[in-house]
């Protein structure tokens, strides 16, 4: 579920944003929304420039220093993922996309900026990767697959000769649900869409969201290994205007746990963790980012002992202004967590 032009970029300490709580800060504010990834001490995020009306990566170092990667810029928001390569050292894995085709790329960091092909087999469209020690996973458009299946997620150890696949969950509803609302056979075995891939060893996560029946979509969390059945982690619904804003965004590997945030609608957004051993939940607290006051988080993820995010502030219920910036911030520590019981998944249905 992952863009900037340097023109549009305001440094932390240039301009007096609100700290979304005590020990933030502002590394950058853009011209338009983006996403922010993080691991090994980097970040990285996306800048719309107005003059060329191109997306440039953006990244801040270990040492906090933020710069363009001085790569091309894309027309659309890069859909950049941090991990180690097969040495240990941090890179970042993106698309580069063509007419109807997209391919994949890594990028090492804190060198000279160039760009690596990757090349997994099979042909197709591939895009949204993620790396880990010499393996990617990835996204490759589904061929005839339509609104139904629009995407397969494989997995590939760079330089052999077969991609890993994965059955992706789909719609499954009760026959008393098909008894009682007939209208559910349209989406029944719909996959949806599969957003903000996370890949750690072997395993992946992913959020999907796909329709149940009108005004009613389900927002799923998942991890899942290859040639395994894939793993409910939690789920939550939408009904509606009141409720239309819930998902899971930017789930993330660290530690034993999965990341992320839960983006509520009525029922509150939360930053949690899921313990991926067991049935463990916790709750993160001593930060707020800023939902209601100063417009829609669109990433959170770990970073160290701390937390980075971005928020849009162009998504705060008002008509869009020139003005209208995303925020990129991030807080090194202070991040308190609380157990809490974790819910069972609901069933998909009415």
């Not at 240990?88 to 690596?116: D, F, K, M, N």
């Not at 997994?120 to 139904?148: E, K, L, N």
């Amino acid at each position: 579920m992952k863009r900037y032009g340097t023109a549009a970029l305001v440094l932390a300490g240039a301009l007096a944003w609100p700290a979304a709580a005590a020990g933030a800060s502002t590394l950058a504010s853009v011209g338009r929304a983006t996403g922010v990834v993080a691991y090994g001490g980097w970040a990285a995020w996306s800048s719309y420039d107005a003059a060329s009306h191109g997306y440039a990566l953006m990244l801040r170092s270990p040492s906090g220093s933020v710069a363009p990667a001085g790569v091309a810029e894309r027309p659309a928001p890069f859909d950049v993922s941090l991990g180690p390569d097969a040495h240990g050292a941090t890179v970042a894995v993106y698309s580069r996309c063509r007419q109807t085709a997209c391919r994949l790329v890594e990028l090492a960091l804190g060198a000279p900026a160039y760009e690596r092909r990757l090349a997994p087999p099979g042909g197709g469209s591939d895009y949204d990767p993620a790396i880990w020690g010499g393996r990617i996973a990835f996204m490759r458009a589904h061929r005839g697959g339509g609104q139904r299946r629009p995407q397969d997620i494989f997995e590939w150890v760079i330089g052999a000769r077969h991609l890993l696949s994965f059955p992706l969950p789909r719609n499954e509803y009760s026959a008393a649900d098909l008894h009682a609302f007939p209208q559910l056979r349209q989406t029944e075995g719909v996959t949806g869409t599969i957003g903000f891939l996370a890949l750690h060893g072997s395993e992946i996560a992913y959020t999907r969201v796909a329709p149940v029946s009108s005004p009613v979509t389900v927002s799923d969390l998942w991890t899942q290994r290859p040639g395994a059945a894939p793993r409910l982690i939690a789920r939550i619904t939408t009904g509606g205007a009141a409720t239309a804003q819930r998902s899971f965004l930017s789930p993330t590997f660290a530690g034993g746990w999965l990341y992320a945030y839960r983006e509520g609608g009525d029922q509150g957004s939360v930053w949690q963790r899921y313990r991926l051993a067991g049935p463990g939940l916790q709750q993160a607290s001593g930060i707020a980012f800023g939902d209601s006051a100063f417009g829609l988080v669109e990433a959170v993820v770990p970073d160290a002992a701390g937390v980075d995010w971005t928020v849009d502030q162009a998504q705060n219920g008002l008509p869009a202004q020139p003005t209208d910036t995303t925020l990129v911030q991030a807080q090194p520590s202070g991040i308190a967590w609380k157990s809490v019981k974790r819910p069972r998944p609901v069933a998909i249905g009415l």
